[in-house]
């Protein structure tokens, strides 16, 4: 009996997660998204280079400036 009714829920969430999309206005969209770029562009200003540091040999550091 409940895994027939699991898909019917996952549909209804799914239909609710839509809508929910749709109704957003672009404004709202672009409000919403900005802070998440933002901390994306930050996180990634910070982690490339310590990853790069990381990874690479010693050489290729000297010569990225990177050491």
Do not use: C, D, K
């Amino acid at each position: 009996v409940v895994p027939r009714r699991l898909p019917s829920t996952l549909t209804s969430v799914q239909f609710l997660v839509r809508s929910y999309m749709q109704s957003l206005s672009p404004m709202r969209w672009f409000v919403i998204s900005l802070p998440a770029l933002v901390v994306a562009h930050e996180l990634l200003n910070y982690l490339l280079p310590e990853m790069l540091r990381l990874l690479l040999p010693y050489p290729l550091r000297v010569i990225l400036g990177l050491h």
